[in-house]
C-alpha cells in the first residue's frame, strides 16, 4: 500500500519560511520522479515543483521560482520543498505526488500517488 503523509505546514507571516516534508513508503521511492502542488479555495491544483527520480533536474513553477526549492533524500524516502520569503498568496493546502519513471510533468492527472495534504497558511 503506498502512502505519502505530507508535514511540516502551519501558520507563518509574510516573509517567512517553511519546510514540508513528504514521507513515502510502500513504492520504489527513487524509480519515481516527485511533485508538490497546491489547492487554494475555490481554485483548482496547480503544480508547484518537480524533481525527478535522481534529484538531477527540478522544474519551478513561475510563481515560486526563486523562492522555493525541491529536494529529495532517496535514503530516507522523503522528498522536501524549502518555501522562503512566503506571501499571502501561497496560502494552500500542499500536497505531494508520484509519478512512475516519467520525465518532467507538472500536470496532476499524470501523477499516479497523492498524500493527504498540509495546510500553509500566510498571514499579511
Known amino acids: 500500500q503506498v502512502q505519502l503523509v505530507e508535514s511540516g505546514g502551519g501558520l507563518v507571516q509574510a516573509g517567512g519560511s517553511l519546510r514540508l516534508s513528504c514521507a513515502a513508503s510502500?513504492?520504489?521511492?527513487?524509480?519515481?520522479?516527485m511533485g508538490w502542488f497546491r489547492q487554494a479555495p475555490g481554485k483548482e491544483r496547480e503544480f508547484v515543483a518537480f524533481?525527478?527520480?535522481?534529484?538531477?533536474?527540478?522544474s519551478y513553477a513561475d510563481s515560486v521560482k526563486g523562492r522555493f526549492t525541491i529536494s529529495r533524500d532517496n535514503a530516507e524516502n522523503t522528498v522536501y520543498l524549502q518555501m522562503n520569503s512566503l506571501k499571502p498568496e501561497d496560502t494552500a493546502v500542499y500536497y505531494c505526488?508520484?509519478?512512475?519513471?516519467?520525465?518532467?510533468?507538472?500536470?496532476?492527472?499524470?501523477?499516479?500517488?497523492w498524500g493527504q495534504g498540509t495546510q500553509v497558511t500566510v498571514s499579511s
Open positions: 524533481i525527478s527520480w535522481s534529484g538531477g533536474s527540478t
Open positions: 505526488a508520484a509519478v512512475r519513471g516519467r520525465s518532467y510533468t507538472s500536470s496532476p492527472m499524470l501523477y499516479d500517488y
Open positions: 510502500g513504492l520504489s521511492f527513487s524509480a519515481n520522479a
